[in-house]
């Protein structure tokens, strides 16, 4: 019923600058919140944001006064857009729907990474 289609990523050098982009198609009823999660090698998945139905986005400390999530209504798209990267930012980004009721939808992932 609802697809999510992330896209963007790729290789930065510390202190860069990515975005990325997670499309939204379909019905949206019972839609609760849109989050970023990502999971690194040898570490445990995080969730980095998390949008509510109010669009007020929580941030987890690690990344806090550096990612933000912008949104482009008209095209049903939010972004994490991730700046002053560190290499500890490497990890594989997945854009996630929730809903009231129901189970999640998760967009493919997309690969970060963070290296000079």
């Known amino acids: 019923q609802v697809q999510l289609v992330d896209s963007g990523g790729g290789l930065v050098q510390p202190g860069g600058s990515l975005r990325l982009s997670c499309a939204a198609s379909?019905?949206?009823?019972?839609?609760?919140?849109m989050g970023w999660y990502r999971q690194a090698p040898g570490k445990q998945g995080e969730l980095v944001a998390l949008?509510?139905?109010?669009?007020?986005?929580n941030y987890a400390d690690s990344v806090k006064g550096r990612f933000n999530n912008p949104r482009d209504n008209a095209k049903n798209t939010v972004y994490l857009q991730m700046n002053s990267l560190k290499p500890e930012d490497t990890a594989v980004y997945y854009c996630?729907?929730?809903?009231?009721?129901?189970?999640?939808?998760w967009g493919q992932g997309i690969q970060v990474t963070v290296s000079s």
């Open positions: 996630k729907l929730d809903f009231v009721i129901g189970n999640p939808v």
């Open positions: 379909g019905s949206m009823f019972r839609f609760s919140a």
């Open positions: 949008t509510t139905l109010g669009a007020v986005t």
